[in-house]
């Protein structure tokens, strides 16, 4: 089994400031890690995404993430908030290795992130 | 390069109608999923297929069909429409499974209102 927990249903920063959005996982197998952002009335789009390789993954954007597999963890950052950063944000997980006929996601409730000028 | 499409983007409809919901890729990807985003439950997996005239249920399938005669159409059929299925629809697709962690594809989604 899989879950996702975002710890934060809304953050609130302003521009220029860093972006910590936190992401706590359980997974029985090797996970493969994803954050997705979704701008008002659009689809998602692809941030980046954890692989079992570098632990340290960067994204689009300015947008990095760190797997910790002691913590649980794959928390979202960026150093410098900028006005279009403002979106809602979804942790998600899925298996390394799933079984023939078996692919799923497991989605994060999302984190709204708004960006006081 | 289209990606993957839905149609319609928007659709109003009334509590016992048929609707079809369409989803087209271009990439030949093998999985396609549908889910539904609703305030409060996040998304949730309503239906995924691992290739054509393989699919499988998901979290939530109840009041719905898919189909998949083509690898690159993976329409969504409410039957019978209700109020509780008032929610964004999206599409979505994969290269494929067996521990690749492959990215899935969003479209840009459905809104579907059931009055």
């Known amino acids: 089994a899989q879950s996702v927990t975002q710890l934060d249903s809304h953050v609130s920063v302003s521009e220029g400031t860093p972006v910590l959005l936190r992401c706590n996982y359980s997974?029985?197998?090797?996970?493969?890690l994803f954050w997705y952002v979704q701008h008002p009335n659009k689809g998602l789009q692809l941030l980046l995404k954890y692989t079992s390789a570098a632990t340290l993954v960067k994204g689009i954007n300015g947008f990095e993430a760190e797997f910790k597999k002691s913590e649980t963890s794959f928390h979202l950052t960026k150093p410098s908030a900028h006005m279009s950063d403002a979106a809602e944000y979804f942790c998600?997980?899925?298996?390394?290795?799933?079984?023939?006929?078996?692919?799923?996601?497991?989605f994060g409730k999302g984190t709204k992130l708004s960006v006081i000028p | 390069d289209a990606g993957i499409t839905q149609s319609p983007r928007y659709k109003i409809t009334e509590t016992g109608r048929q609707v079809t919901l369409m989803c087209h890729q271009t990439?030949?990807?093998?999985?396609m999923f549908w889910y539904r985003q609703d305030l409060g439950h996040g998304l949730r997996l309503i239906y995924y297929s691992a290739a054509a005239d393989i699919t499988d249920k998901g979290e939530v399938p109840d009041g719905y069909v898919v189909s998949r005669s083509k690898t690159e159409n993976f329409p969504l059929t409410l039957e019978s429409a209700t109020r509780s299925q008032t929610s964004v629809y999206f599409c979505?697709?994969?290269?494929?499974?067996?521990?690749?962690?492959?990215?899935?594809?969003f479209g840009e989604g459905s809104w579907l209102t059931v009055v």
């Open positions: 990439w030949s990807h093998s999985y």
């Open positions: 997974s029985s197998y090797s996970p493969s």
């Open positions: 979505a697709s994969s290269l494929g499974g067996r521990g690749t962690g492959n990215t899935i594809y």
């Open positions: 998600v997980v899925t298996l390394a290795y799933s079984g023939a006929g078996s692919y799923q996601l497991t």
